[in-house]
């Protein structure tokens, strides 16, 4: 039996225990620090190669998703919202192959759907890790702030982006251990689907034929998509702190609705209503500061690893923090499956991290860049017509084209390797 402990009960760590529930030999626990386990934030898009990523976790995986309420949408558009291109559709990613493009579901109805396998004894609250005490060649034991304590022989950090796993891994001081603010804000709201509709048109917000809209303006964005089988439409607006100090360590800050309007006042009528009537209800709004990590070294040490928002934080702009977590689940759930001892799962997690560490950084880079873009201050590019349009063509293409499949495979192959070598030399 191998004694896997989870630290952090949000989707990661959700996802991760859904997945390994299937192998008898892991005896696998998952912790929260809050008092209950629940998700905080809105709705995640859930891409075509996430979901392919739960197809291969299993059935169950699947169906979590369905019963969450997931809307598949049949496609995105990106369009300009102000200027003399205003109005014009400059990037379209459309349902290929039977293929749907994307899924948006609530944050917390996945994540209870994913823990309502896991056994209760299984699951903690209230478990807030502090320090752990690693042996060379023996177990781990977890110290909590209550007191308590608990031994595993693989602890796997899901415990978001102020990941205290994170700072053993790297070490507190070294500058990918703690994240980074964008100076991007946001914010979002979710709104009954008939008011989202009366405002925005029936044209943009159908259920029968959902498409997610992302709106380019002069240093704002708009975006819209439907969750909850289409009761509900969650709105979501950015901008740019200009002036913003990158070691800053606000993660909030209140937004005038005056400040709001202002920004999206020279929009197409119809979201300058939508903006005024739904995201303008009260006098001022509380905005979330968007943050990401810088790349890390490594993703795991020893026994420990990393996964989801404490790997690789990412701001939202491509839509696959959610969709890489489900990914790291698949791996990590695979690889730890096959192993039959402690020491095939340390191979594991080396594994892991070869496999899952530069295309989840690249996707955060990319992602940086392409808020740049969607703000309207792409270099060079701004709220051109045909610029936006080559910038944009096929920047999603190495995400939703990622083979899930292979990868896994191909982690599976490299384990199966380096286990044989390990074999050989004793």
Known sequence: MIRIAIS?????GASLAHALLQYSHLDVHIFESAAAFKEAGMAIGVTR???????LIGPSAVKCLERAGAVPMLGARFVVAQGEGRGSIVHTIDEGEGKRVTSIVHRAALLREFLAAVPPERMHASKRLERINRQD???????FTDGTSHECDILVGADGIHSTVRKLILGGNDPAASPKSTG?????????????????GKGLIDVEDAREYSWIGDGAFL???????GQLVQLALSTRDEEYDDASDQWQRPVSADTIRTLYKDFPPHL???????????????AIYLWEHLPAHTYVSGAVCIMGDAAH??????????????????ILSTLLGRARSCAAALIALKVYDQVRRPHTQRVVESSRVTGEILTGRGVGIGLDVEKLKESLSTRWDFILNSDNGKQRDDALEMMAERLSREDSTT
């Not at 190669?49 to 739960?54: F, G």
């Open 223 to 229: 975006l819209h998509n439907v969750l909850e089988h």
């Open 49 to 55: 190669n996430a979901i392919t990523a739960l197809e």
């Open 137 to 143: 060649e023996g177990p781990i034991t977890l110290y």
């Open 272 to 286: 300058n209503k939508a903006v005024n009537e739904l995201l303008c209800d009260k006098s001022e709004q509380q």
């Open 184 to 200: 991007w804000w946001a914010v979002m709201a979710l709104k009954p689907y008939k008011e989202a509709q009366a405002c925005i």
């Open 313 to 330: 934080a990412t701001t939202p702009w491509q839509g696959s923090g959610g969709g890489m977590s489900l990914e790291d689940s698949l």
């Open 8 to 12: 952090g009960g949000g989707l990661a």
